[in-house]
């Protein structure tokens, strides 16, 4: 008796570790070098693009050097900064050719025919989106048109082998210069509503329109990481997995390769971690059945540990060396990847 409930404190120490471990694995952490500079995806939409808050634009008239300089968009969306005007100039969702020809039509009323040029200087209005998690390089996107997700993923390098299946992209501001059908987009951002969108990545990668949806300036786009599960005992390759799209018992067995001769599956043991306690409760799975389609498939959960045993006796002490050498290992190696992936944090 003695032996059985030492068993299930290593097991339940060993899972508080990895648990441990893969928690500080998947927390942003400070990047040692600075994040890769924020790309532009604004080549096509360029001459498109619409004024907003923060924007600077410069003002020439020709012949009249005492009225040239710059002007920023102010919080209201007005340029209020032009001499001798003294109504301001709306400028938000506006164009700098719209813009310049209300400028222009304020100055004749002082200047015969004055010829007016206006040049975007500063675009300051839309914060680049953020994308981080399970992506070769978390970075920083601006964008000056209407971008899909699948851009900024190609811009972020794609997937990693960590990707555990769904995309959160959390809108931190509402859509400023909305089109006909986006005046949803555009009210403001508070908690009547969570503004948070899901999006599988088979959805995505299966070209369905409503899993590519556009990126706003500003969103946080969290490729989601995969949580680990850990195979010891009879199979050909003891370790970890990473758990993602409902991954099932005879999968994950088939992953590491499968079971060895001697492997007893009607008996696999899977230890879960009971919520609110340190201790796990072994849960016994009839592998052999489920091959044989006579029971349903066995689905695992984030840090379940998988012993398959073998068909001779195993004592107590001899699963307890194998699970903490297996997952021993599987710590070693989660702790020496942590060199070649660094996820990026990012405060506004």
Do not use: W
């Amino acid at each position: 008796m003695k032996t059985k409930q030492s068993l299930v404190l290593v097991i339940a120490f060993v899972c508080a570790l990895a648990g441990s471990v893969y928690a500080q694995e998947t927390q942003p952490q400070e990047p040692s070098a600075a994040p890769s500079s924020s790309p532009g995806l604004d080549i096509q939409g360029i001459k498109k693009y619409l004024l907003g808050p923060g924007d600077v634009v410069d003002v020439r008239v020709f012949g009249q050097p005492e009225l040239n300089g710059t002007a920023q968009v102010d919080s209201d969306g007005n340029l209020n900064a032009l001499p001798f005007l003294e109504t301001p100039i709306r400028a938000k969702c506006r164009s700098e050719k719209e813009v310049q020809k209300d400028i222009q039509l304020a100055y004749a009323k002082f200047i015969n025919n004055p010829q007016v040029s206006v040049r975007i200087a500063e675009r300051n209005s839309r914060q680049p989106a953020t994308v981080f998690g399970a992506v070769r390089q978390a970075t920083r996107v601006e964008m000056k048109r209407k971008v899909r997700l699948t851009e900024l993923m190609a811009v972020s390098g794609g997937f990693t082998e960590r990707a555990a299946g769904t995309i959160q992209i959390l809108h931190t501001e509402p859509l400023m210069c909305p089109e006909p059908g986006d005046e949803a987009d555009a009210a403001p951002i508070d908690g009547t509503r969570i503004p948070l969108q899901v999006v599988r990545i088979a959805d995505l990668r299966a070209g369905k329109t409503e899993a590519n949806p556009f990126i706003r300036p500003g969103d946080y786009v969290l490729v989601t990481e995969a949580e680990p599960v850990y195979i010891t005992g009879a199979v050909m390759s003891p370790g970890g997995l990473y758990l993602r799209d409902q991954l099932t018992l005879s999968r994950a067995l088939a992953m590491v390769g499968g079971a060895r001769k001697e492997a007893k599956l009607s008996q696999v043991k899977v230890y879960r971690q009971v919520p609110g306690a340190t201790n796990s409760e072994p849960i016994v799975v009839d592998v052999a059945a489920i091959k044989k389609n006579l029971k349903p498939d066995f689905v695992l959960q984030p840090y379940d540990i998988i012993e398959v045993g073998e068909a001779g006796m195993f004592s107590s002490a001899r699963i307890g060396q194998t699970l903490v050498g297996a997952l021993t290992g599987s710590i070693t190696s989660a702790i020496s990847s942590t060199g070649t992936y660094l996820p990026m944090r990012v405060i506004y």
